[in-house]
Structures are given as C-alpha cells and as structure tokens.
C-alpha cells in the first residue's frame, strides 16, 4: 500500500511564503499524478495544482503566478512553494497521488490516496 503525507502547513503574513512537502511511502509503486487540494471554511475543496509523473503541470486561476509545484522522484517528495500568499489562500491542503503497485498476490492496483492534510493560515 502507499502512503501520502503532508506537511509544512503554518501561519503566514498576507505577502509571505510558503513550502509544503507530500511525501509518498510504500513498496514498490509508480505514481500517475500528483495534485495539491485545498479546502477553506465553508467551502468546498478545490483542485489547486496538479503535477505528472512526466513533469506536466497545471494551476488554477487563482494560484497561477505565485504556487509552484515540483517533484523529487528520487525522493518520492512533492513540493508546493506558495509565494505572495493572501487570505483567501487560507485553508487545509491536501495532497492526492493516484498511484499503482502490485499486491502480493500479483494482482495489480491502480488508486488515488489521499494525505490527512495540513493547515495554512494567511493573515491580513
């Protein structure tokens, strides 16, 4: 099985940075994607990056210009570096890796796990 951890969450000034880390733990798996998520009071959650195996990215509206995601696959680490953050940046991140591997029995296993998410406050 894989396992997604996030971290790097904390409480920032209006105009400050920055750097989550999702780190993927198992045996022997490759991953698809991996996406940043975030989910404000009240709100629904909301897809804010996503990044390939390939190097792919993309960015929502909202974030384009000031997130970066990247990946250390030797590391099996994804960063998020968010710079210039505002309030409405405020929210729990998650961390989604769609991820397949092999059960002991052969049988493989293509799945999306989720990270348990870690808290970003900007204030004004």
């Known amino acids: 099985q894989v396992q997604v951890r996030e971290s790097g969450g904390g409480t920032v000034q209006t105009g400050g940075s920055l750097r989550l880390s999702c780190v993927l733990s198992?045996?022997?798996?490759?991953?698809?994607?991996v996406e940043w998520y975030r989910q404000a009071p009240g709100k629904r959650r909301e897809l804010v990056t996503t990044?390939?195996?390939?190097?792919?990215?993309n960015y929502a509206d909202s974030v384009k210009g000031r997130f970066t995601i990247s990946t250390d696959n030797a590391k099996n680490t994804a960063f998020l570096q968010m710079n210039s953050l505002k309030p409405e940046d405020t929210g729990v991140y998650y961390c989604?890796?769609?991820?397949?591997?092999?059960?002991?029995?052969?049988?493989?296993?293509?799945?999306?796990?989720w990270g348990q998410g870690t808290q970003v406050t900007v204030s004004s």
């Open positions: 198992g045996t022997r798996f490759t991953y698809d994607t």
């Open positions: 990044v390939t195996s390939g190097g792919n990215t």
């Open positions: 989604a890796a769609s991820v397949a591997y092999t059960l002991s029995d052969s049988s493989p296993v293509r799945e999306r796990v």
